[in-house]
């Protein structure tokens, strides 16, 4: 039977549930348990599909096609467990359904209420599609005390006085502030938060600390005292350099052996932490750099390419380099400023996004990167704006374009309104953009002899995408008669997966998100191909 693990947040969002949640299900799952991670959002958006990276940050998409929270992409970068659809809800998704239920009747004429029909749903959620799995942490959005917060907060509470004794476990992660101008460490706001916790019922059975500068034991004995937890379930994490360093943290203070205990268990394996170590070293002491140019709209709100910038540091592991992102407003570039902006870089990419603002200053370093030889990864709309580059400058189609962009332009690039998966005819929509993109993971296939058949190794990829306009494959030939070669295709062979530029050290584009895919202790080829090519450039 399952043991749950119940991960809530006090005084402050952003101090690393998700992290924390992460860590711990690597630590457990390394010692020889199956883990399963999952996350309950408080906001009524059905999912994050429509939410602006400004408002949300990045959107994390798994290979089944759901449109999640980027702590999704935290879970599968340190366990290599891919997530499913079943791994994150919302409360707008549990209304959703809740409310299509009552329209068809299903309630038999009972009045609909917060309790118990969305606390329920919510337990259904928590208990569903697991099979043999020895634990599932699930990781509560917001923090204690917001409005929103309150019915997951009753429906974990409800889901451990039903499960049997031991079976659940309430892990809290508060701020404790170090006052400079004082010189002392704070715990009072962890006794409120923790306080308000009790509140609704809830008491927490270990409390992280996340802290600037380590606990003194005194201070560990008040929140131990205060808060009603041994003080061995009171666990520091330290602000760390790099996030990787996570797993050896919680390692050290025994965020594991203290879990293991609560639930009567013993470890089956013995955790290598060498991996990770060897990360760590490489991250903070590796002395050579490489500058990569990111070209985007959101480059300014670093949670908005989170699995990118990840995904170039993993790249960077595995050359043993130290990557150093240039982050580019791409509506700040034009022509006369594009070499000042890019003479340092040793490489460009231009990441994914949606919209027209930008799109000149993306195009205009593009052309840039392809005249002077510098090594440039286009992912997805990237890869767009690199086909109408070469469309408008060497194919000489002055009014090349995207649909999406401007109805009136030829149209390189244009909307999809159906497409193959699994030999199942798939639909989309203009009038409702939530969930009606191609998403998730989709085959293609290398081609023979190609630059990124011999990245991959293989003829055959599967890569997870979220996008609604493709590369307009009827004008191929013209392409690559000219040198821009559509090197990875769907199996149909109607939509173009991947471009690459003859004659260039490094040109790819790729209408797909390989950053999903990349772990730390195993990085995704495309970008450890690209850092190595910038390496070689600088």
């Known amino acids: 039977m399952a043991r749950y693990i119940f991960v809530t947040g006090g005084v402050v969002s952003s101090l690393g549930k998700g992290l924390s949640s992460a860590s ?40 089944d096609g759901a449109e999640t929270d980027l702590d999704l992409g935290h879970y599968e970068r340190f366990t290599n467990v891919s997530a499913k659809k079943t791994d994150n809800i919302t409360t707008g998704k549990i209304y959703n359904d809740i409310l299509k239920k009552e329209r068809k009747g299903d309630y038999l004429g009972k009045t609909v209420q917060v309790i118990p029909h969305v606390t329920d749903r919510i337990k259904e959620f928590i208990k569903s599609d697991i099979t043999n799995e020895d634990f599932v942490i699930c990781e509560i959005g917001g923090t204690v005390g917001d409005i929103e917060s309150l019915p997951f907060l009753e429906a974990i509470r409800q889901f451990s006085n039903d499960n049997k004794t031991n079976k659940s476990l309430f892990i809290h992660l508060t701020l404790v502030p170090y006052l400079k101008s004082s010189d002392e460490i704070k715990t009072k706001p962890t006794q409120h938060s923790v306080k308000e916790l009790r509140s609704i019922g809830i008491q927490p059975d270990i409390i992280i600390c996340r802290c600037e500068r380590s606990i003194p034991v005194s201070q560990k004995k008040k929140i131990s005292l205060f808060c009603n937890v041994s003080i061995q379930h009171v666990i520091e994490t330290v602000d760390v350099k790099t996030i990787y360093e996570a797993p050896l943290s919680f390692f050290n203070q025994k965020l594991d052996k203290q879990v293991l205990k609560f639930f009567d268990l013993k470890p089956k394996k013995i955790v290598d ?89 993306k195009i205009n370093s593009i052309n840039y990167a392809r005249i002077h030889k510098i090594p440039f990864f286009g992912i997805c709309f990237g890869m767009q704006m690199a086909v109408i580059e070469f469309a408008k400058n060497v194919l000489k189609i002055k009014n090349a374009g995207s649909t999406e962009l401007d109805k009136k332009c030829f149209p390189i690039i244009g909307l999809i309104n159906e497409w193959n998966k699994n030999g199942r005819l798939m639909k989309g929509t203009e009038s409702d953009l939530g969930g009606t993109m191609r998403l998730g993971s989709y085959n293609a296939k290398l081609r023979h002899n190609s630059l990124v058949r011999k990245i991959y190794k293989t003829s055959n990829i599967d890569e997870r995408h979220r996008h609604r306009y493709e590369v307009n494959v009827n004008l191929r030939k013209r392409f690559e008669n000219k040198g821009l070669i559509f090197s990875g295709m769907s199996p149909d062979n109607k939509l173009p997966e991947i471009v690459e530029l003859k004659d260039h050290p490094w040109f790819v584009g790729v209408q797909f998100h390989p950053e999903f895919k990349s772990r730390p202790l195993t990085p995704h080829p495309l970008f450890s191909s690209f850092i190595k090519a910038a390496k070689l450039r600088k």
């Open 24 to 63: 711990l299900a690597y630590l457990l799952k390394s010692q020889g348990y199956k883990v399963r991670l999952r996350k309950m959002d408080p906001y009524l958006n059905i999912d994050p599909g429509t939410m602006s990276p400004f408002q949300h940050g990045e959107v994390f998409v798994t290979d």
């Open 273 to 361: 932490l060498k991996p990770w170590k060897k990360i760590t070293n490489i991250l903070l002491k590796n002395k050579q750099k490489v500058n990569i140019a990111v070209v985007g709209k959101y480059v300014d709100l670093k949670d908005a390419y989170k699995s990118l910038d990840e995904a170039l540091t993993h790249g960077g592991i595995e050359n043993n380099v130290d990557v150093n992102l240039v982050r580019i407003e791409s509506d700040k570039l034009n022509k006369i400023n594009i070499k000042k902006e890019l003479k340092n870089s040793s490489g460009l990419l231009i990441p994914g996004g949606f919209g027209q603002r930008g799109t000149l200053g």
